[in-house]
Nanobody
């Protein structure tokens, strides 16, 4: 069973930066980040393939967030810059062992980490 554990959430002022980390155990390929704000559905944020050569972003974070991975550590990172109050949400890391054509589909999920951006 693959385990996914996020870390790095916290409180940051608008315009500031934060980096989330996600460590996964077991054999995985693509990994991604999602977020869920209060009263809203969970939404896709970013994803990266096994090699790290391909990454995908939601329009709302393009140019501000960067996803990367270290396969030696089986860890993916989400660098969040120029943060906005609307980025406030619980951020979830996801991983998958299967191959899907859709980068929003995942097999394993972390427990989530709270990110709060103050205005």
């Amino acid at each position: 069973q693959v385990q996914v554990v996020e870390s790095g959430g916290g409180l940051v002022q608008a315009g500031g930066s934060l980096r989330l980390s996600c460590a996964a155990s077991g054999r995985i390929n693509a990994m991604g980040w999602f977020r869920q704000a209060p009263g809203k559905e969970r939404e896709f944020v970013a994803a990266i393939n096994w090699s790290g050569a391909s990454s995908y972003y939601a329009d709302s974070v393009k140019g501000r967030f960067t996803i990367s991975r270290d396969n030696a550590k089986n860890t993916v990172y989400l660098q969040m810059n120029s943060m906005k109050p609307e980025d406030t949400a619980v951020y979830y890391c996801a991983a998958r062992s299967n191959f899907y054509n859709d980068y929003t589909l995942y097999d394993y999920w972390g427990q989530g980490t709270q990110v709060t951006v103050s205005s």
